[in-house]
């Protein structure tokens, strides 16, 4: 229907009574127009915004066809094959969708409201639907992300119609170091805290149907008690599968883990290094860049004899990564208390490092986190 408009009237012919000797002439074209051109017009835009408003109802109260449902005479839905509005003209239980079956529904207007409304498109409405090509007007669009942070091995199949990716490999967290607890009451125990895991972020051409992968663990919270330190983070890789890795192979180190504190009279325990990238290398590479993880930090300690009061032990800080802050270590300034470590949150991040001071039990170090590898995939 198309969109009325109004005859404008001649500025230069309004009826002006301080004129007489035009204002019969002006008055007589003004009622002219108005009874032979404008009263008509202004009826057909009643008409247009009746049928304007009948339209608004129908897309705010179309609900989705649905095969096999009673409908009535009246009622209205939109087709999930055309998206366009469909009226109801008789009683019946509808079997074909209402875009092919002209018999028993009338086509009554366009896209409805309440689809517009609804932005995770829970009826497939597909790019042709819209008129829109994809790979002509979206190149190189992210079309999906797959994300493995469960520790151990993986397959990943690349999603169709992905051409291209940008992988995170970030490597595990090593673990934090316990603190010696002591039986005679002056002294203080710290552990380090864990390194982070190593990281790579590359870009690359998706060459092989499936890739193989590992998600690092991460390390364990050196034991205060048998005075070992906390172990290492697990490695992360990401290798093409059928091709021995010649078109991709990404390998990063995880966190190393932290010292626990054996002797009792020394001052500090040393945290875990970062990780290494080992490898990033393949034909398929199109950009890359790495990064060694973050170390963890030395702890700190006082024994009661050296210091005025009770003295301090603080177990050294958990260092962080991309996908996982580290945890600060445990602090303790009471003689007879002690504070584990704490194990990280996320990905790839270090375990921090125990307290105890004076006569307590021995302390655990924190885990470190398992690594973590994200995958966005890129059409052509």
């Not at 055309?82 to 003209?89: E, G, R």
């Not at 009826?123 to 979206?138: E, N, R, S, Y």
């Not at 034991?223 to 890795?245: A, C, F, Q, V, Y």
């Not at 790839?348 to 590898?373: C, E, F, K, P, Q």
Request: aromatic letters at 8%.
């Amino acid at each position: 229907m198309t969109t009325p408009s109004l005859t404008e009237f001649d500025t230069d012919q309004i009826p002006d009574p301080n004129e007489p000797e035009t204002f019969h002439a002006y008055a007589f074209y003004v009622w002219n127009l108005l009874s032979g051109t404008t009263i008509g017009e202004i009826n057909a835009a009643l008409v247009w915004m009746s049928a304007l408003l009948a339209s608004l109802e129908n897309a705010t109260n179309a609900l989705e066809w649905v095969t096999g449902t009673a409908y009535e005479v009246g009622d209205r839905v939109w087709s999930p094959i055309d998206l366009q509005l469909y009226q109801a003209t008789a009683d019946f239980t509808s079997s074909t969708d209402p875009s092919l079956d002209s018999s028993n529904w009338d086509l009554v207007g366009g896209f409805p409201v309440s689809h517009l409304e609804d932005t995770d498109n829970p009826h497939g409405v597909t790019a042709a639907q819209l008129g829109i090509d994809l790979d002509a007007d979206f190149a190189g669009r992210l079309i999906a992300m797959q994300v493995f942070d469960t520790a151990g091995s993986f397959t990943y199949t690349p999603t169709v119609g992905a051409v291209r990716a940008r992988a995170q490999v970030v490597g595990a967290g090593g673990g934090g170091g316990g603190a010696d607890g002591d039986t005679t009451g002056s002294e203080a125990g710290s552990g380090g805290g864990g390194g982070a895991g190593a990281e790579a972020d590359v870009y690359f051409t998706l060459d092989a149907a499936s890739y193989a992968g590992v998600c690092g663990a991460g390390g364990t919270g050196g034991n205060g008690g048998t005075d070992t330190n906390g172990s290492n983070g697990g490695l992360s890789s990401l290798m093409s599968n059928g091709d021995s890795g010649a078109g991709l192979t990404i390998s990063v180190e995880g966190g190393y883990g932290a010292e626990t504190q054996v002797d009792t009279n020394a001052h500090t325990a040393a945290g875990g290094n970062g990780g290494n990238v080992t490898t990033c290398t393949g034909t398929s590479i199109l950009a890359s860049t790495s990064f060694e993880g973050n170390s963890g930090s030395n702890s700190f300690g006082i024994p009661s004899d050296e210091f005025s009061g009770a003295g301090i032990a603080m177990g050294g800080d958990g260092a962080g990564s991309r996908f996982g802050e580290g945890e600060k270590g445990g602090h303790v300034d009471v003689a007879g208390t002690n504070a584990q470590g704490f194990a990280c949150e996320g990905n790839g991040g270090g375990g921090s490092g125990a307290a105890a001071l004076g006569a307590v039990a021995n302390a655990d170090g924190g885990d470190g986190a398992d690594g973590i590898i994200v995958i966005f995939e890129y059409s052509e």
